[in-house]
């Protein structure tokens, strides 16, 4: 595995950085989308649901779902947000759930399969949730590498 890796978008490097960091703080929403699946928070969602401007990642194992009835209350270390499961993705090891939000944003929520089958997971389609997340998993994208990069 290499120590450093270079991301490039149209022959430029958008960000150069150890996979760890690649993954976990990307610099912008290219790098964000091209290591992985994210989930891009931005505008008028940003400011619903995390009460202020900019551009931020969240990654799907990042994301707790829970029932309507049984969901944790925002505080300030922690955000909250109900929407609807649109669509359930069975992955073998994990699934993906697809929840469109009430702020208007659909969200992946990786889990990993640990029940005995996947029913449960199905059963989810069409139901309300709730999705938790703190706020120290969020990353704030500033769109552009730094010049010294760019090169």
């Known amino acids: 595995m290499s120590d450093r890796i270079a991301v490039f978008n149209e022959g430029r490097i958008q960000q150069l950085a150890t996979p760890v960091e690649l993954y976990e703080k990307p610099a912008s929403a290219f790098v964000a989308g091209f290591v992985g699946t994210s989930n891009l928070l931005e505008g008028s969602v940003a400011r619903r649901l995390l009460g202020e401007d900019g551009t931020f990642v969240v990654r799907p194992e990042k994301l707790l779902m829970y029932a309507e009835t049984a969901a944790p209350s925002a505080d300030g270390t922690t955000c909250v947000a109900p929407g609807v499961v649109r669509e359930v ?63």
């Open 89 to 151: 993705v069975y992955l073998g090891a994990s699934t993906h759930s697809i929840v469109e939000l009430d702020a208007g944003v659909t969200l992946t929520v990786s889990h990993q399969n640990s029940d005995v089958s996947i029913d449960a997971a199905l059963e989810r389609r069409q139901q309300r949730v709730v999705l938790s997340w703190r706020r120290d998993h969020l990353v704030t994208l500033t769109g552009s590498p730094p010049d010294e990069e760019k090169r």
